[in-house]
């Protein structure tokens, strides 16, 4: 079992004001998970620093990704 969180998921959705939100989905290491909405400037901060094309392929990405381009 891995010693933080990590992504299980990402999907966009839509935000209060009209844009694009990235809704993350984390599994902690005690087997919790829950939910972070980005707003749309950090998810798509969060998609280049993991290199990411698609939502999919931030499964298995640290949490810490989510903080590193701020």
């Known amino acids: 079992m891995t010693s933080e969180a990590v992504i299980i998921g ?32 950090t998810g798509l901060e969060l998609m280049k620093t993991c290199g990411a094309t698609h939502v999919d392929e931030l499964t298995g990405q640290s949490w810490r990704r989510i903080v590193e381009g701020l």
């Open 10 to 41: 990402a999907q966009i959705v839509a935000g209060h004001d009209g844009s694009a939100e990235l809704l993350v989905r984390l599994r902690h290491p005690n087997g919790a998970e829950g939910p972070v909405v980005l707003d749309e400037a």
